[in-house]
């Protein structure tokens, strides 16, 4: 068990609508980071957050947005679905700023988006 | 483009049988790490190398980072079921803030 929890688990949803998923990251850890992992593309960093500030970001489609709140738990919102959106959805945290020897990221188990 | 390239895809052995899996780039590297990702599950940090020509061992793992730190490679001694799974290696970009992965290797042990 990494410690970070991610909800929903499953998620199926229509083309057009709009889907919150949820990630607490572990005890102690301030850095929340958002990956898209697919069969074609592999896994795509999209987003991170330290501390309830942005502070990289990847491949992320303007349709897709993230937060992380004051108690740190995080948010990615994926708006106007695409059938390409379907996808693992995983979340990942670390105690430093970035990912690195001393900080390593935790990943947790993810969400299964699909778009019908 | 791929900034790491891992090979090969796809292996298949027999329970037992020894194997290796590499992470290549053009690049420099401060310090690479290797991941298992087994289904349903995410990605599991293996090891992290970070001098040219280091070695670690894992049980049954040796993980070695290149003496130019360009390339790694993982070899697996006696491979056994449990070590089924997706074998990433990844590498920091921009100060450590984004983690960028290769494709990885599915590695499927059979008994």
């Known amino acids: 068990d990494s410690g970070v929890t991610q909800t929903p688990k499953h998620l199926i949803t229509a083309t057009g609508q709009r889907v919150t998923l949820r990630c607490s990251p572990r005890s102690g850890d301030l850095s929340v980071y958002w990956y898209q992992q697919s069969l074609d593309q592999g896994l795509q960093f999209l987003i991170q957050?330290?501390?309830?500030?942005?502070?990289a970001k990847g491949n992320i489609l303007e349709r897709f947005s993230a937060q992380q709140f004051p108690d740190l738990h995080s948010e990615l919102n994926l708006s106007s679905l695409e059938l390409g959106d379907s996808a693992l959805y995983f979340c990942?945290?670390?105690?430093?700023?970035?990912?690195?020897?001393?900080?390593?990221?935790?990943f947790g188990n993810g969400t299964r988006l699909t778009v019908t | 483009t791929q900034l790491l390239e891992q090979s090969p895809q796809f292996l298949s052995i027999q329970e037992g049988e020894n194997l290796t899996v590499y992470c290549n780039s053009s690049?420099?590297?401060?310090?690479l790490q290797w991941y298992r990702q087994e289904p349903g599950e995410g990605p599991v940090l293996l090891v992290t190398v970070v001098t040219g020509g280091e070695v670690k061992k894992l049980k049954r793992l040796t993980f070695q980072f290149g003496d130019a730190r360009k390339d790694s490679s993982l070899h697996i001694t006696a491979a056994q079921p449990g070590d089924t799974g997706l074998y990433l290696c990844?590498?920091?970009?921009?100060?450590?803030?984004?983690?960028?992965f290769g494709a990885g290797t599915i590695l499927r042990v059979k008994s």
């Open positions: 690049s420099v590297f401060s310090s």
């Open positions: 957050y330290y501390n309830g500030e942005e502070r």
């Open positions: 990942a945290s670390s105690v430093g700023q970035g990912a690195s020897y001393n900080s390593p990221l935790h």
């Open positions: 990844a590498f920091n970009m921009e100060y450590g803030n984004k983690l960028v």
